[in-house]
């Protein structure tokens, strides 16, 4: 059983897995003992978990898995991991862990940890190999990530003759007198599909992105920069299944989480508007740590972070004020962190990318 596959359960579904597993008193339990409870029937049965999560590491040597369902925030369902196995497997925070895991015993509040079967996907042993992410030599980009969807230029050749015979014959009906009517205008009009598809094919000829590049949307509110977001999300999934997508949410609305999670093949992370400061940064911070241990393992990394003028506001917040202000504001040591993280950004010489 993986403990994955019991946190995709709707809560209806998860009453009726532990009605079957005979939980007692199940309908009257939260989502949380519910699942505790059920891992506790399945490990008396002498039954396999398995369990994932990027790991935390503690300053006391520990660590827990943190969820991305959490947005890797702490949460019940962690898993602990012991000190011994940090040191074993030289594990840092960012690092993506899947293995064998216990159901609590009477005491014990977390999910622990029994034996790890893989870290970042790869075979435990290739930690023994990797070295850090600052140690990495940088370059220029060498690759281009192709976001141009299939059948894009025919598409706007299309629309480019549909709107030139519209003006043609819009302009002979006016001259003859008589009235033009609205099916033309319909023709013309692109579906959202071929918009999805030029927009992408405009950056590829306007301002091509590499592997391992730094790209900055700068727009006005309210001009389309979250959809522009979605359409290069669904491009580089599409066009580049080599690469680890991830979208990163800061400062949002809940319904906009909502919707890029069910528009876009990746990992979406977010903190939205109503969550503190520190939440924010938290979040942010665990993203960018597990990007590099990705990196580490020589994997293509793309990060789509909405909106980095929000983290600075959150990082302006949480760091302790210099007494050097600005303008607008902005305490002077506040920016280095936002810094740090566009910066991360960089192609690899020994393998992997991070754009």
């Known amino acids: ?49 398995f369990g994932s999560g990027t790991i935390e590491v503690l300053p006391d040597g520990f660590g827990y898995l943190r969820s991305m369902e959490a947005n890797y925030l702490p949460g019940a369902d962690d898993i602990y991991v012991s000190p011994t196995q940090v040191r074993k497997f030289g594990l840092r925070t960012g690092d993506t862990v ?97 918009q999805l598809d030029i927009s992408t094919r405009v950056i590829d000829l306007i301002a091509p992105i590499g592997k391992g590049q730094r790209a900055l949307i700068v727009a006005p509110p309210r001009t389309g920069k979250t959809v522009l977001m979605q359409n290069i999300a669904h491009a580089i999934t599409a066009n580049n299944p080599e690469v680890y997508l991830m979208v990163l949410l800061v400062d949002e609305r809940p319904e906009e989480v909502t919707d890029m999670q069910r528009t876009v093949k990746g990992e979406v992370v977010s903190s939205t508007f109503d969550e503190p400061a520190s939440r924010h940064v938290a979040v942010a911070e665990m993203v960018i740590e597990k990007a590099k241990r990705l990196v580490e393992h020589k994997k293509d990394v793309v990060i789509l972070l909405d909106s980095i003028t929000r983290l600075g506001r959150a990082y302006n917040t949480v760091v302790p004020s210099s007494g050097k202000v600005l303008t607008g504001g902005v305490d002077a040591n506040a920016l280095q962190r936002p810094k740090r993280f566009f910066g991360a950004a960089r192609n690899i010489e020994e393998g992997g990318s991070l754009t």
């Open 98 to 194: 899947e293995g064998e895991i216990r159901a609590p015993k009477d005491g014990e509040r977390y999910f622990a940890m029994v034996q790890i079967n893989k870290v970042n996907f790869d075979d435990p042993e290739a930690l023994r190999h990797r070295i850090n992410f600052d140690s990495l030599t940088p370059l220029y980009p060498d690759e281009k990530l192709k976001l141009e969807m299939e059948g894009a230029g025919a598409m706007a050749a299309t629309i480019s003759e549909e709107q030139s015979s519209s003006r043609a014959t819009s302009s002979g009906r006016v001259s003859s007198g008589r009235r033009t009517t609205g099916t033309l205008t319909k023709k013309a009009t692109s579906t959202p599909q071929q």
């Open 1 to 49: 059983m993986n403990l994955e596959d019991l946190k995709k359960k709707k809560p209806p579904e998860l009453l009726a897995f532990a009605e079957e597993q005979g939980v007692e008193g199940a309908a009257q339990m939260r989502r949380q003992e519910l699942m505790f409870a059920i891992l506790q029937k399945l490990a008396a049965s002498d039954q396999a978990i």
